[in-house]
């Protein structure tokens, strides 16, 4: 036997911890997932409950002791999840390494600076794990065509934003001819702010037209608000009918990563090289 094929007992941990953590469709890795999301759950909601001040002043200890297990568990995780990577520096810079990093660091930073305390309800965005965890392989494949769709369209769409800011610019001025300062126009820029909350069907009831003119143009806006909402989700909507229709998909999905947004004559997936079954 090779010296190199030797496995030393580091390599033999860093195998197992590999397929407990990135193990998908292993009872083990499948074990430690869903009580990665329990906990992910239980700090979130921690944290929102230590916002509560009547009951922050009873179970203060309490919440602090249990964010900081939480934390030295996401911090071993973490530390865990660079040992067994084959790419340690990919993992770390990734979005989730990134995202994994961030739910930490608030707590240790706590130290120096009390409030950054409150940043670990950053944490809700681990539940983006859901996906992995619960092994939806079907929305593995829809999520890449909505990304393709959304890429497809951002031109359209920013030049479709440009054209509201400058809607709202010139009616936010006309506002300001229109109305009085008494009724809360006392600036253009303030009257733009009043278009854009109204054209996009917020209206806050901060600033209101008192003219009759004031309210023919209001109303106006307003109608004209609920077009423009539906124009950026018909861009997108199409782009992504158009994405179906031309390219054709296979009906099943890589049983190694889930992706399946492969074409019929792909023999192998493109994102990890396994084999397709045909």
């Excluded at 079907?138 to 999520?143: E, H, N, T």
């Excluded at 994405?243 to 192998?268: I, Q, V």
Aim: proline letters at 4%; hydrophobic letters at 50%.
């Amino acid at each position: 036997m090779k010296k190199k094929d030797l496995k030393t007992p580091y390599d033999i941990f860093r195998q197992k911890v590999n397929i407990i953590i990135h193990g998908v469709n292993t009872p083990a890795g499948r074990l430690f997932d869903i009580i990665l999301l329990l906990v992910i759950l239980l700090s979130v909601f921690l944290v929102m409950l230590e916002s509560v001040e009547s009951l922050d002043t009873v179970y203060h200890n309490l919440f602090i002791v249990s964010e900081w297990i939480i934390t030295i568990f996401f911090s071993i995780e973490y530390i865990l999840r660079i040992i067994s990577s084959r790419k340690p520096l990919k993992y770390i810079f990734s979005f989730y390494g990134i995202i994994d990093l961030i739910s930490i660091l608030p707590m240790y930073l706590s130290f120096f600076i009390p409030s950054t305390k409150i940043l670990t309800v950053v944490r809700a965005l681990r539940l983006l794990r859901l996906f992995r965890i619960l092994n939806l392989v079907q929305f593995s494949g829809q999520a890449s065509q909505l990304k393709l769709a959304i890429n497809a369209s951002k031109t359209k769409i920013i030049v479709f934003i440009y054209f509201v800011f400058i809607i709202s610019i010139l009616l936010g001025a006309v506002m300001y001819v229109v109305e009085s300062p008494e009724s809360g126009f006392t600036s253009i820029p303030t009257s733009i702010y009043w278009c854009i909350v109204t054209l996009t069907t917020v209206g806050y009831g901060d600033i209101a037209p008192i003219t009759p003119l004031g309210k023919i143009i209001a109303t106006f806006i307003m109608i004209l608000g609920y077009g423009i909402i539906a124009v950026p989700t018909g861009i997108v909507t199409a782009e992504l009918a158009s994405g179906r229709k031309n390219k054709n998909l296979l009906p099943g999905a890589c049983k190694k990563c889930g992706t399946n947004d492969h074409r019929n004559t792909a023999e192998f997936c493109y994102k990890c090289g396994t084999t397709l079954d045909n």
